[in-house]
């Protein structure tokens, strides 16, 4: 008896726990670019190449439970000071996030939902590379958990300033203010 008393109250302590749910409902290119701005004659010079890599993140709220996660890789190649290629890829996907608490839901979509896109992102960069005839350009594996982590401990460290206190939703909206 008393195990079913057991099993009844964490019956009624699942039921008072809200369920969380995760789904990815599409994953596609949002925006792609490419520049090779001294072709053909980057292809006549000694291939040492300097790699520069930027990542960012955007997160939109479309509906309650429904997310666009948007992952920008912009990279740029130079090859002795000159611009051989740069290529900017925004990988988006939509997700359902339910039943998680808001830090649970700022770390599903800055860290988890981004290694998803990742790889994708990997994908049109290696594709479009090769395409434009370039050897190939293989981007290291991200930990977009870690640097969601360590985004949020700078956020920790900086002085609070009410320009500096938004949510992770409105980064696009927060570069916009402070360029202005």
Partial sequence: MSQFSSNESNAN?????????FGIQRIYVKDLSF??????EIFRTDWV???????????????????EVTLKVTATVKAKDKVAFLIEVQQAGIFILKGFIQDQLQEM????CPN?????????????????????????PVNFDVLYQQ???QQR????????????????????????
Wanted: hydrophobic share 35%.
């Fill in 13 to 21: 302590a699942n039921a008072a726990a809200p369920q969380q749910e």
């Fill in 35 to 40: 520049e090779a701005p001294h072709v053909p």
């Fill in 109 to 112: 979509l800055g860290g988890f």
């Fill in 157 to 180: 460290n900086q002085p609070a300033t009410s320009a500096q206190i938004q949510p992770l939703e409105n980064k696009e909206e927060q570069q916009e203010e402070t360029k202005q």
């Fill in 116 to 140: 998803i896109l990742f790889p994708y992102a990997r994908e049109v960069v290696s594709d479009v590379v090769n395409r434009a005839t370039f050897p190939p350009l293989y981007l290291a």
């Fill in 49 to 67: 190449p300097e790699i520069n890599l930027d990542l960012n993140t955007t997160i939109k709220k479309i509906s309650d439970d429904l997310y």
């Fill in 151 to 153: 985004h949020l401990e």
